[in-house]
């Protein structure tokens, strides 16, 4: 649990919390220790617990604002939520990509630490994960009752299969890379939407 903190403090936990994500994308959350976080913020260590009990408050801030920020990458239009699913999947997965590339190491961080955290953290992290997971999932269910996504692929490994392939968008898209963000995430879209059935689909940035 966190410790109280008055207004004048916030933008010193920005920074603690900012530290924290770096320092943990560097050296991960199990290499990592209080000392690393405070001297990154020129604090004594003793004076981070103005701020936190404990270095696992620090992972489940980083992990709940990074999922406050992704929220934005299930926001639709009137428009756009009545479109086809692979339209739809093809902007959700454009979303992702620009958001990904914006917040690059919240979000590597995020994921990669999230199973550090104890029961009583993990469950709320768990609630806000199927929040997306059932967005997902609605788009390929829309998609295979209009008969554009194949139904024999089960609609869980389906919805995990576009998870996976959006999350390693930093594995394949090093850092500074000056390949358009469009045609990448259209790339993945190409990926995804062919691999779930829609073989003919082409993507926008193809055609333009």
Request: aromatic share 10%.
């Amino acid at each position: 649990m966190v410790v109280g903190r008055t207004p004048g403090r916030e933008e010193r936990w920005d920074e603690i919390v900012l530290a924290a994500s770096k320092v943990f994308y560097e050296k991960s959350y199990e290499g990592s220790s209080l000392q690393d976080i405070a001297s990154a913020v020129g604090l004594l260590k003793g004076s981070i617990y103005y701020y936190i009990n404990t270095k696992e408050d620090l992972l489940f801030e980083i992990v709940m604002r990074a999922q406050a920020v992704w929220m934005a990458t299930l926001e639709e239009d009137d428009e756009l939520a009545q479109q086809p699913a692979t339209t739809r999947l093809r902007e959700t997965i454009v979303r992702w990509t620009l958001l990904k590339e914006r917040h690059r190491e919240w979000s590597i961080v995020a994921e990669r630490e999230f199973t550090r955290l104890s029961a009583p953290y993990l469950k709320k992290v768990i609630v806000g994960r199927r929040t997306f997971n059932n967005f997902v999932e609605q788009i390929i269910s829309q998609g295979r009752d209009d008969g554009d996504l194949d139904d024999r692929i089960p609609l869980q490994l389906a919805t995990n299969m576009v998870f996976e392939v959006m999350k390693s968008s930093h594995v394949n898209r090093p850092t500074g890379s000056r390949a358009d963000i469009t045609k990448f995430a259209d790339a993945y879209s190409l990926l995804l939407i062919r691999g779930l059935g829609k073989a003919d689909w082409i993507a926008p940035s193809a055609i333009n």
